[in-house]
């Protein structure tokens, strides 16, 4: 019974829970309005700014799937979740310093700097994101 109503309380809430909308995050993120926002992601090459927002818009994306990933592969197994969480905890950490560093060996500290490191943080977190969909829990 608790198991039932567990699952449908889990149910209810992603049915409920509002779309992810990468161009409101980021309008929260940065303080300026979603309109902005949405402008500058519809024309990526028009200045070093919309390629910025642009990489960020993807490293989201991608964040979001790989939340998706550890939310359907856990289930509701709080000790797989956990186990996931830590994990990825810990990737994060190395893909951000090491994409931080290829960042700076390649580009210096440019204006091209912060599109490089979420470029480079969307690839990985992509791979993680195949990792853990194939992978067992854990």
Known sequence: MKR?????ALASTTALASPFDPADELAQRSG???SEVRAMLSN???AQANMNFCAWRD???AEHALQSAVDAKAGVSTSCRSALAKRIDVWKHK???GCRRS?????????MLPAAVAMCATKATQR???TIRSAACG
């Open 59 to 61: 490293q989201l994306v």
């Open 95 to 97: 893909r951000d310093a």
């Open 103 to 111: 960042a700076e060996t390649e580009w210096g500290g440019g204006s």
């Open 44 to 46: 990526c090459d028009a």
């Open 32 to 34: 300026l309005p979603a």
């Open 128 to 130: 993680m994101t195949n």
């Open 4 to 8: 039932s109503l567990l699952l449908l």
